[in-house]
């Protein structure tokens, strides 16, 4: 591999980014960071990057506000340091829920980390699965989105399961199931879900699922009190196997007990955010993203097509 490649990991996702680096057969940057009394962050790179080509991976979750802002420190002394061009490798889009205003006097935060990022030095954004595509137009630079849908329906595909029907959480959701039904040659249903008072309430089914085996595909999961309806009421129309598939483990409070009351008998996610959960939930199967994370470095790296990392012959001709 080029010596003018380096892959640097922030403190979210120091695994993740050894996985990149063990995986393109390079050493992982050294960096050290440093926190104060007053918590506040320091950061030193502890090599030469001058004119090199960085990849900063540093991922969106819990203390959110700690790790955008560490990936902004990081940044800013990448920048200050000579690095030819800066990618920041977010698998987890920070805010990427906040990414409309549908409500009077409110922020677009997607927006705003765009804004933020490209300021402090960042030179493109490399990320998975967003919650929205809009989010691209958010970074003034070359966003690349990388798809789980592959690595998800192969490991589907080597389970061997029959009569599948692929469902989505919502309409909004609708075009990402419709990839994974064409790339699991399944039908397709949609829940018609609906948000009323805070609480969101499954209405109806839209597709046949009785007797089928059912799975819902979503780009993350927080609570799970959402899925655990959704995997209830398709049990209740008669689904026999319930199983869920989701890229960004966000699993917040309540995420054990919510999916230990659900009907699914697994659930799918990626490390696009750490999983450590105390205690762990049995059915939950964790898939790396590591090595599609390194070839979308790689190919950035040497100007090679990155949609050749997720898609292929299989994928719909429509696809970016």
């Known amino acids: 591999m080029n010596e003018n490649l380096k892959v640097f990991a922030g403190s979210a996702s120091i695994d993740l980014a050894q996985e990149i680096v063990d995986y393109l057969g390079i050493p992982l940057g050294e960096i050290e960071f440093t926190y104060f009394e007053n918590d506040n962050t320091f950061v030193q790179i502890k090599e030469n990057v001058r004119e090199k080509d960085v990849f900063l991976v540093q991922t969106s979750c819990r203390p959110v506000d700690h790790n955008f802002m560490e990936a902004l420190i990081m940044t800013d002394a990448l920048m200050r340091a000579s690095a030819k061009r800066i990618t920041l490798v977010m698998p987890y889009y920070a805010y990427a829920r906040s990414e409309k205003k549908d409500h009077p006097r409110i922020p677009i935060t997607a927006a705003l980390v765009g804004k933020l990022v490209k300021t402090a030095g960042v030179s493109r954004i490399l990320t998975m699965d967003l919650h929205a595509e809009a989010i691209q137009g958010f970074f003034d630079g070359p966003v690349d989105q990388l798809l789980a849908r592959k690595l998800v329906s192969d490991h589907i595909k080597q389970m061997g399961l029959e009569n599948i029907v692929a469902v989505s959480p919502d309409v909004g959701g609708a075009n990402r199931t419709r990839g994974y039904a064409h790339r699991l040659k399944c039908p397709l249903a949609i829940l018609d879900k609906r948000r009323q008072n805070g609480k969101v309430t499954i209405f109806n089914v839209f597709g046949d699922v009785k007797d089928k085996t059912v799975?819902?595909?979503?780009?993350?999961?927080?609570?799970?009190?959402?899925?655990?309806?959704?995997?209830?009421?398709?049990?209740?129309?008669?689904?026999?196997?319930?199983?869920?598939?989701?890229?960004?483990?966000?699993?917040?409070?309540?995420?054990?007990?919510?999916?230990?009351?659900?009907?699914?008998?697994?659930?799918?996610?990626?490390?696009?955010?750490?999983?450590?959960?105390?205690?762990?939930?049995?059915?939950?199967?964790?898939?790396?993203?590591?090595?599609?994370?390194?070839?979308?470095?790689?190919?950035?790296?040497?100007?090679?097509?990155?949609?050749?990392?997720?898609?292929?012959?299989?994928?719909?001709?429509?696809?970016?």
């Open 215 to 320: 799975i819902i595909f979503d780009d993350e999961i927080a609570s799970g009190g959402t899925m655990k309806d959704a995997s209830i009421a398709l049990k209740d129309k008669g689904a026999i196997e319930i199983y869920a598939a989701v890229t960004h483990p966000v699993f917040g409070d309540g995420i054990q007990e919510n999916l230990k009351k659900s009907a699914f008998k697994e659930i799918i996610v990626t490390n696009t955010i750490p999983v450590n959960l105390d205690p762990p939930i049995d059915n939950l199967t964790v898939l790396s993203v590591g090595q599609i994370l390194g070839d979308a470095i790689k190919n950035i790296h040497t100007g090679a097509s990155v949609s050749h990392v997720f898609l292929d012959p299989e994928d719909e001709s429509d696809d970016k």
